[in-house]
């Protein structure tokens, strides 16, 4: 069974500073995604990770995929207020009927303060 | 292109009425999914489908059945709601491999 755990699960950053939030799993996964949710509202999809050491970045979001450690990264650089936002990874199992059977982890939220 | 639209926004039911939640993709996606969200958790996969015609269950099907019938529409129906079935309901599609794309919700309370 995949268990997908996040951490921290609260965040607090000042603007300008850089920061990793991480994603470790519990057992062979072969995908591993990226969300952003802002409060009262839906889930923007951010990345999705499907080889070992694929990385990813846009603005200021960088996330990177290790599977043999089974752990994947969502580092933050000179972090913005408008970052502020909860932060969800999920890991797909093998054989879930590709992006089925997706498992989420409990989220980080991330306050960014000036 | 709208997207990944979602019917009802709100609704409140009885114990033990049914309904049914309305999930429309409109960029020709095979995969569609069904997800609730309890308040402070992260999102629980309930049903998905692969393509037209075909469904599996996820992570929490009890409660719950779908439909497929076009590439389009994937419908969640609630049948005997009961109170653990308060929560918010997102569908989403993506295609193969890609990014999911997500419906903006609907607020579920069962009283």
């Known amino acids: 069974e995949l268990k997908v755990e996040q951490n921290p699960l609260f965040l607090s950053m000042q603007e300008g500073k850089n920061y990793t939030i991480y994603c470790n799993y519990s057992?062979?996964?072969?995908?591993l995604y990226w969300y952003r949710q802002d409060p009262g509202k839906s889930l923007e999809s951010l990345f999705v990770l499907l080889s070992n050491g694929a990385v990813k970045q846009e603005g200021r979001l960088m996330a990177s995929l290790d599977t043999k450690a089974r752990l994947s990264t969502l580092h933050i650089t000179a972090a913005v207020h408008d970052l502020s936002a909860t932060y969800f990874c999920a890991g797909g199992l093998r054989g879930g009927g590709s992006q089925g059977n997706l498992i989420f982890g409990k989220g980080t939220k991330l306050s960014v303060k000036p | 292109n709208a997207g990944v639209t979602q019917t009802p926004k709100f609704r409140i039911l009885k114990i033990g009425q049914s309904m049914t939640l309305q999930c429309t993709q409109d960029?020709?996606?095979?995969?569609m999914y069904w997800y609730r969200q309890d308040p402070g958790m992260g999102l629980k996969l309930i049903y998905y489908s692969v393509g037209a015609g075909i469904t599996d269950k996820g992570e929490v099907p009890n409660g719950y059945n779908v439909s497929r019938s076009t590439t389009e529409d994937f419908p969640l129906r609630l049948e005997l709601a009961a109170p653990s079935q308060t929560s918010v309901y997102f569908c989403a599609s993506s295609p193969l491999e890609g990014k999911q794309y997500f419906g903006p919700g609907t607020r579920l309370t069962v009283t």
């Open positions: 960029m020709n996606h095979n995969y």
């Open positions: 057992t062979t996964s072969d995908r």
